[in-house]
T-cell receptor
């Protein structure tokens, strides 16, 4: 597609359940980021992939969160044993190659609500 | 570590008023600086950027100048429109590390 695509756009789950959020970046973009945005806050960095590998996962809040990008394109953010505090909009962004001044292109986000 | 501090909102202005949203940063190395905008119901999109000291980014009548001496990147527009109502985020990047401010909500009234 032309832009970054995220699915689902909305997810409501119960506390303790497992959730997967998917990101399909712009074709050819090797850099992929996940952010979390809570209400009234700016995006908070979670993890960055360059190709298939997680180059920086320092933003993942705890070991319930992990993300994969097995073929260097689509990425999945996985949250185990969800908690109410995980409720937020999860944003994915991609960027072309190693152009450090290049623009990040964002998807519209996946809104997660944990009841 | 890297961080961005931006002016708290919300900001409410009348159409054609002058806008300033302050942004200061702390960074190691030589960051690139960005303003992103989030219109209601839409995703974040790049508004403007500057990659080195004294550069001025501009787009849609908005401007921001990269000031290394004051570690600032304030966003300005001379005459705002109702359609500028949105949340504005200041951001910085060093290498692959990109950090955002908390956002400033702007409402422009006719």
């Amino acid at each position: 597609g032309a832009g970054v695509s995220q699915t689902p756009s909305n997810k409501v789950t119960e506390k303790g359940k497992y959730v997967e959020l998917r990101c399909d970046p712009i074709s050819g973009h090797t850099a992929l980021y996940w952010y979390r945005q809570s209400l009234g806050q700016g995006p908070e960095f979670l993890i960055y992939f360059q190709g298939t590998g997680a180059a920086d996962d320092s933003g993942l809040p705890n070991d319930r969160f992990f993300a994969v990008r097995p073929e260097g394109s689509v990425s999945t953010l996985k949250i185990q044993r969800t908690e109410r505090g995980d409720s937020a909009v999860y944003l994915c962004a991609s960027r072309s190659g190693t152009d450090y001044t290049g623009e990040l292109f964002f998807g519209e986000g996946s809104r997660l609500t944990v009841l | 570590g890297n961080s961005v501090t931006q002016m708290e909102g919300p900001v409410t202005l009348s159409e054609e008023a002058f806008l300033t949203i302050n942004c200061t940063y702390t960074a190691t190395g030589y960051p690139s600086l960005f303003w992103y905008v989030q219109y209601p119901g839409e995703g974040l999109q790049l508004l403007l950027k500057a990659t080195k000291a004294d550069d001025k980014g501009s787009n849609k009548g908005f401007e921001a100048t990269y000031r290394k001496e004051t570690t600032s990147f304030h966003l300005e527009k001379g005459s705002v429109q109702v359609s500028d109502s949105a949340v504005y985020f200041c951001a910085l990047r060093t290498n692959n590390d990109m950090r955002f401010g908390a956002g400033t909500r702007l409402t422009v009234k006719p």
